[in-house]
C-alpha cells in the first residue's frame, strides 16, 4: 500500500499564496499521475489538477491560471502552487497517486486549506 506523504496548507487571505507538497512511501513515482482534489463543506470531491509522469497537466477551470502543479522526479514530490486565493477555494485538499502498473488509487490523508476573506 503506497502512502502519501502531504505538508502544506494553512490559513491565508484572500489574495494570498500556498504550496501544497506530496511525496509517495516508495520508490515508484516514476510510475505515478500524481493529483490534488478537494472536498469543501457539504460538497463532493473534486479534482484540483493533475500530472502525469511526462508532466503533462490539467486543471480544473476554477483554478486554471491561478494553481500550478508540478513534480520533481529527482525528489518523488508533486507541488500545487496556490496563488490569487479565494474564500471558495477553502476546502480539505487531498493527494492522489493513480499507478499506472497496478491501476489502483491512492490517497493522502488531507490538508486543511483556508482561505479568509
Known amino acids: 500500500q503506497v502512502q502519501l506523504v502531504e505538508s502544506g496548507g494553512g490559513l491565508v487571505q484572500a489574495g494570498g499564496s500556498l504550496r501544497l507538497s506530496c511525496y509517495p512511501s516508495e520508490k515508484i513515482f516514476g510510475w505515478l499521475v500524481m493529483g490534488w482534489y478537494r472536498q469543501a463543506p457539504g460538497k463532493q470531491r473534486e479534482l484540483v489538477a493533475r500530472?502525469?509522469?511526462?508532466?503533462?497537466?490539467n486543471y480544473a477551470d476554477s483554478v486554471n491560471g491561478r494553481f500550478t502543479i508540478s513534480r520533481d522526479n529527482s525528489k518523488s514530490t508533486v507541488y500545487l502552487q496556490m496563488n490569487s486565493l479565494k474564500p471558495e477555494d477553502t476546502a480539505v485538499y487531498y493527494c492522489?497517486?493513480?499507478?499506472?502498473?497496478?491501476?489502483?488509487?491512492?490517497w493522502g490523508q488531507g490538508t486543511q486549506v483556508t482561505v479568509s476573506s
Open positions: 500530472i502525469t509522469p511526462g508532466s503533462s497537466t
Open positions: 492522489n497517486a493513480f499507478d499506472m502498473r497496478s491501476k489502483e488509487d491512492h
